[in-house]
């Protein structure tokens, strides 16, 4: 079976290009699958792809490369409408709501097309009137799957299919050192600055214990002036972009998430995979959905007191090893169950059962 997974661009550093490039691979092992980014603008994807994956793109903007149309929205489509119209393949996964929309306009009526989907679309219009066109939309969680229902009507079928972990052996924490990580694109929906701010009142109770900031962002300008501030220069460090999240959380003992509204919890994920706890606010979608207080993390009601609550969290695992341990091995159980060969073959199934 020849599957095609487009993406928007397949070079760029988040959490759902993460997700897809693990899919893609495990994919590969059994089927013909290629990765389809819509831009590319660089030489290498960002985050690792298997040898098996074939990778083209649309348009291509890096330096030095001709085209026959001139830069702009207008080649962009053009080109996308002509490689959907040609596109010969079996199965066509899309990954954005603007890119699944064209793909239901203009994708071969014989090949079995599916939406796979993680947060509400920013314009309900096309997705609303194209959507029942595609064979299934597809989401990562189960209140995905409640809001795209809603959405999308009984017409429509949605399923669910969790994100997938790269495959094992994942890298091990050894639960020792005195570190508290956080990971992902430093942007105001991640709320960093609420982490800083509550790391103030680890690093006065607890000097010993550092903060590991990774990532890059628009946001990176204020948050270094935030550490300023708080004076935090000797506790808080921004570790800058790494492929290897995983390996980098598993040199953490606690790994923490600030955000408070959408967030696709694949950061939350892989620190699981680390066997490593994770700390974050219960109103974010994504962390919600993987930690479960007592098991393999702490979840931190919202609220005024939100800050001081999440300090609190952060020094009571920071002071109790055996729990910080009992909870590592939760996370290594729920991690399991995001292995990039299982999510593989529940995709398979969900395939055979479309077609």
Not at 23 to 49: C, M, N
Not at 193 to 201: E, G, K, P, S, V
Request: charged share 25%; with cysteine; glycine share 8%.
């Amino acid at each position: 079976m020849k599957v095609s997974i487009f993406v928007s661009s397949a070079y760029a550093m988040r959490g759902d290009v993460r997700s897809t490039l693990n899919l893609a691979t495990a994919l590969a092992d059994r089927h013909d699958v290629e990765v389809i980014s819509l831009r590319r603008q660089k030489d290498k994807p960002f985050f690792p792809v298997g040898p098996k994956v074939a990778m083209r793109s649309v348009v291509d903007l890096r330096p030095g490369v001709r085209h026959l149309l001139p830069r702009g929205q207008v080649r962009t489509e053009v080109a996308l409408w002509r490689v959907l119209r040609n596109l010969k393949t079996d199965v066509l996964i899309t990954t954005r709501p603007g890119l699944s929309v064209q793909a239901a306009r203009h994708a071969p009526r014989e090949t079995l097309k599916l939406a796979r989907e993680w947060a509400r679309p920013a314009i309900l219009g096309p997705v609303q009137r194209f959507y029942p066109r595609l064979d299934a939309v597809v989401t990562a969680t189960d209140s995905a799957q409640e809001e795209w229902r809603g959405l999308l009507g009984e017409g429509s079928p949605v399923h669910v299919v969790p994100d997938a972990l790269p495959g094992g052996p994942w890298p091990r924490s050894r639960m020792d050192n005195r570190i508290v990580a956080a990971g992902g694109r430093w942007e105001p929906i991640k709320a960093y600055d609420r982490l800083i701010r509550a790391f103030a009142t680890v690093a006065d109770k607890r000097p010993d214990w550092r903060l590991r900031l990774y990532g890059g962002g628009p946001e990176e300008r204020r948050l270094r002036a935030l550490v300023r501030e708080l004076d935090l220069h000797n506790h808080v460090y921004f570790m800058g972009v790494t492929p290897d999240l995983a390996g980098e959380f598993a040199k953490a003992s606690i790994v923490a998430n600030t955000s408070t509204t959408a967030d696709l919890g694949m950061s939350v994920l892989e620190a699981m995979g680390c066997g490593v706890p994770v700390v974050a606010f219960d109103g974010a979608r994504g962390p919600n959905e993987f930690v479960a207080t007592g098991y393999n993390g702490v979840l931190v009601p919202e609220g005024d007191s939100g800050l001081e609550l999440f300090a609190a969290a952060l020094l009571a695992l920071i002071d109790d090893e055996r729990r910080r341990r009992s909870l590592a091995a939760g996370a290594l159980e729920t991690a399991i169950r995001h292995e990039a060969a299982e999510v593989g073959e529940q995709w398979e199934k969900l395939l055979g059962e479309l077609r």
